[in-house]
């Protein structure tokens, strides 16, 4: 009998032949909260593409009908405008638990509202995966480190986290999300998956979400000077979304619950970004320095051996061969934003 849930509500899925059906030959039920945002309608179309049924809960807080116009129609895809503070009932297969707002702009915004995303929200989606018996991944991130004092950062390290910052929300509501995750395995035997993901970059960011790539980017595009904040020195090591995707499919297909660093190991600090941001869009770009916000990590950088050896993923698109497959897509959504504008 097949472990996941949908069989015990619904039977198996029709089969046309005519699409290709999901993992190991058997169509999936699968939802993504936080389906409407950057990574998220990412990794719809890849779930959509394999053959599965995907169900989007989305309250649009940072998502956009946008990134998901393409599959409206699709009778395998649904969009559920939902928050996931608020309980839900789906029969479903798998859940991808992405809802959260991740750039810190977004996320410092309302610091009440995220912090109870990441932890009601996960209780409600892991509640969920308990009732239905779904597997359960959830995207933490490299915030959990903090300010790290080991580096590269490996999965054994507890992190340094400041409990009451301004990042807080963000940073103790992720830890926060994984204990739960963790708690759920242990205590209810949910099949749950984490991911720790670092810095991410590619189309369908949000133009003005005050991350380092979509701020130079669309700088550079618009002629604007890039700003460096503080001195330019902190790293970062940027992944590709793609990369990340297939990691998070991957994790989720694995046998493992985690935790696992999913990240690009290249580092690079943000005047070297700006050099890079340059040489792609605009060499002629200048750089305007300005504060840096409170608490910023000063590196970041992944250890990935762990998901390398367990999940036989790594990411395969350096940051010189990524950065230009976003820029048409910022480029077009920047004309569009100008033309609206009767410019
Ligand atoms: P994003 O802001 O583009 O997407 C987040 C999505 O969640 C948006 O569509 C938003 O509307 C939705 N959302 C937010 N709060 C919600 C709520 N209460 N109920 C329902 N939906 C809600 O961000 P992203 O970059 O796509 O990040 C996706 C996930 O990956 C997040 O959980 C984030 O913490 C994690 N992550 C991302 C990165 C990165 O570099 N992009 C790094 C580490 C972790
Ligand atoms: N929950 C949900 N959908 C479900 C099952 C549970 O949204 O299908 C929510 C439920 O409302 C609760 C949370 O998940 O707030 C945790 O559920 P659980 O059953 O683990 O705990 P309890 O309801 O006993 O507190
Ligand atoms: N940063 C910058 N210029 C910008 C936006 C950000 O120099 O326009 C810096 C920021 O101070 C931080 C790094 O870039 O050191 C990464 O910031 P981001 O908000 O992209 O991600 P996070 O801090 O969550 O890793």
């Known amino acids: 009998l097949p472990r996941t849930g949908l069989a015990r509500f619904a039977g198996p899925g029709p089969r046309t032949g005519r699409v290709p059906v999901g993992i190991g030959g058997r169509r999936q039920r699968i939802v993504v909260t936080g389906g409407a945002g950057f990574v998220g309608s990412h990794l719809v179309d890849k779930l959509i593409a394999r053959g599965d049924d995907v169900i989007v809960i989305d309250n649009f807080f940072t998502g956009r009908k946008e990134n998901l116009v393409h599959l409206f129609g699709n009778p395998r895809f649904e969009l559920i405008r939902h ?8 029969e479903v297969d798998q859940i991808y638990h992405l809802a959260c707002p991740a750039s810190p702009v977004h996320y410092k915004y309302n610091p009440v509202k995220t912090i109870k995303t990441n932890v009601m929200g996960t209780l ?24 790290p004092l080991e580096h590269p950062q490996k999965e054994t390290y507890w992190g340094n986290v400041n409990p009451i910052g301004e990042r807080s929300c963000y940073d103790e509501g992720k830890r926060t999300a994984e204990t739960l995750a963790m708690d759920y395995h242990r205590g209810a035997g949910v099949e749950v998956r984490i991911a720790r993901i670092f810095n991410t970059y590619g189309p369908r960011m949000c133009l003005d979400d005050g991350r380092v790539v979509s701020n130079f980017v669309a700088q550079a595009i618009r002629k604007q000077p890039l700003t460096v904040y503080g001195d330019g020195k902190q790293t970062r090591s940027f992944q590709y979304v793609s990369d990340l995707v297939n990691g998070l499919v991957a994790l989720m297909e694995s046998e493992h619950v985690g935790p696992f660093n999913l990240g690009n190991p290249g580092e690079f600090t943000m005047l070297e970004l700006a050099q890079v941001v340059k040489e792609t869009i605009d060499s002629s770009a200048t750089i305007e320095y300005k504060p840096n916000t409170a608490d910023d990590p000063h590196m ?37 934003e100008d033309e609206g504008k009767g410019m």
């Open 83 to 90: 928050d996931v503070v608020e309980p839900i009932l789906l």
């Open 300 to 336: 970041r950088k992944p250890d990935i051996s762990k998901a390398k050896e367990l999940l036989n993923w790594e990411p395969k698109i350096p940051l010189r061969e990524g950065l230009p497959l976003m820029v048409n897509d910022f480029r077009n959504r920047i004309l569009n």
């Open 124 to 147: 409600n989606m892991l509640g969920l995966a308990k009732r239905i018996g779904a597997r359960f991944l959830l995207t933490s991130t490299s915030e959990v480190y903090g300010d």
